[in-house]
């Protein structure tokens, strides 16, 4: 429409021009002058209709100098999880020396973990918890190593046991965040794998889940050198699907997981089918999002605000200044010096526990800070909750993944909005999670929004805390996506 527009626009502003008195010259000029400016303009509107991407780039990671092309190892290799009793002893002594800080009276979870209630996980963890038998939990899904740009980079690759005949699968990368790992979708895997088997359908959309450790956590090798951001992982990680043979696939992610995923898509949406988020990171600022958010608290219609909306994004300062304020202390100290406190909880486990189980916490539930006990065990067992910090602390990730955000941080994290993300969306709400993004503020990147789903219940970790929830959200979009 705007095509037609622009014949009459010039016409409007010539016939302006004409009552002046002009030389034959400037009679010239004008219209001359006007035909390119409206050439620029009519090539700078074009040029704003093309699909921008992320420039994929190439890194590397490792050690020493890059080898010579060709004779980078591209194996893929079978990896088991391991314990020792040298590692279990070593455990057991360290918490045997914790040194117990008390807290004030009615201090609950708002000072942070309530050291109260850190002394009963302490003694769970040195008595019952058996972390053998952990292993052989994470153990139940085959892992691997592959070397990309110069670092073993960990995931676990997980089919369906059955697949009728004539039935497709569906490649689905799933991508954590910190402070979980791929440990916290242990849970949603097999709803996704064999969804028929457990209740959710009939069978008609299964998938088969790759859930990598981003470098730097877990069991995925850290960078050797600076500058490995989350546009850095989104190549890396389309580079482990190439190599394992997807030319197409489906990404999910929360946390880090939905800025890696949305990378990946704004890198090669080509290879992108859809993406599923369950948090969206939205950066551009400017007077008229002020504007748009005043306006919303009364007037939630004239700007695109639903119901929902307003009840989850008011009131505003409470919401988005003060609550973002009390949960995003760690954010800075990890921003900038990432590795002084990092060497503190590197080397005591109780320390890195109560750190890492707090964010279970108020990230699961901002009501849970007015509980002693931080409303842990309501959602998660301490058998998970400790898996997941032993996953840090048998690795000594702690400091590898806090640097994550100093990378992150330490360039404009508005690129990412500057480029759109034209494949099909999916966006599952939680109305838990650290903070709300309106649909239509979706809108601004994520240009081809399939669905977008107001969650009942459900907070940050998503997958560990409301596996079904999200895995049925999951299928309604790929059913959409795969009928269009």
């Not at 001359?32 to 409206?38: E, P, S």
């Not at 972390?131 to 980079?153: A, M, S």
């Not at 490649?171 to 979980?180: A, I, K, Q, S």
């Not at 030319?247 to 859809?274: C, F, H």
Request: hydrophobic fraction near 40%; include cysteine.
């Amino acid at each position: 429409m705007w095509l037609e527009s622009l014949p009459n626009a010039w016409e409007s502003i010539v016939s302006r021009i004409r009552p002046f008195d002009y030389s034959q010259k400037n009679a010239v000029l004008v219209p001359v002058a006007a035909l390119g400016v409206g050439g620029m303009l009519l090539c700078w509107l074009r040029s704003g209709r093309k699909m921008k991407t992320i420039d994929m780039g190439d890194g590397w990671w490792g050690a020493g100098e890059r080898p010579p092309k060709g004779k980078e190892d591209t194996s893929i290799r079978p990896f088991k999880i391991e314990t020792s009793d040298q590692e279990i002893e070593d455990l057991h002594q360290r918490l045997d020396r914790f040194r117990f800080t008390p807290h004030v009276e009615g201090a609950a979870f708002h000072y942070g973990f309530n050291s109260s209630y850190l002394r009963k996980v302490v003694d769970y963890w040195r008595n019952q918890f058996d972390w053998r038998k952990q292993v052989e939990v994470l153990n139940k899904y085959p892992h691997f190593h592959t070397t990309i740009e110069g670092i073993d980079i960990h995931f676990i690759h997980v089919k369906p046991s059955y697949v009728p005949h004539g039935q497709a699968v569906r490649p689905l990368l799933m991508v954590h965040g910190w402070p979980g790992s791929f440990y916290e979708f242990y849970k949603i895997i097999p709803l996704l794998t064999e969804p028929a088997k457990h209740g959710l359908n009939e069978g008609d959309v299964v998938f088969e889940v790759i859930c990598p450790s981003i470098p730097g956590y877990a069991f995925s090798e850290a960078s050797h050198q600076k500058g490995l951001d989350s546009i850095a992982t989104a190549r890396i990680f389309h580079k482990l699907m190439n190599r394992l043979g997807f030319k197409e696939y489906y990404l999910q992610g929360g946390d880090w997981g939905s800025r890696i995923t949305t990378n990946m898509a704004q890198m090669l949406p080509q290879s992108v089918k859809g993406l599923h988020l369950n948090l969206v990171f939205i950066m551009t600022q400017g007077l008229g999002k002020m504007i748009r958010t005043m306006l919303g608290a009364y007037v939630p219609w004239l700007v695109g605000f639903s119901r929902e909306d307003v009840r989850r994004f008011y009131p505003f300062m409470e919401k988005n200044i003060y609550e973002v304020l009390r949960e995003s202390g760690y954010l800075h100290i990890q921003a900038t010096k990432p590795d002084t406190a990092g060497c503190g909880l590197n080397d005591s486990p109780v320390g890195l526990a109560a750190y890492i189980m707090e964010k279970f916490s108020t990230w699961t539930d901002k009501s849970f800070r007015n509980k002693d006990d931080g409303g842990l065990e309501s959602k998660y067992s301490l058998d998970e909750l400790l898996t997941n910090v032993m996953i840090y602390w048998v690795t000594s990730s702690i400091v590898s993944s806090m640097r994550y955000y100093k990378e992150n941080f330490s360039k404009d994290p508005r690129i990412h909005d500057r480029v759109s993300v034209h494949v099909p969306t999916g966006i599952a709400a939680f109305p838990q999670e650290i903070v709300h993004v309106p649909r239509v503020w979706t809108k601004h990147v994520y240009k081809n929004i399939v669905t977008y789903t107001y969650m009942p219940r459900g907070g940050h970790f998503a997958a560990f805390e409301e596996p079904k929830l999200l895995a049925q959200d999951i299928m309604q979009f790929v059913r959409k996506v795969e009928q269009l």
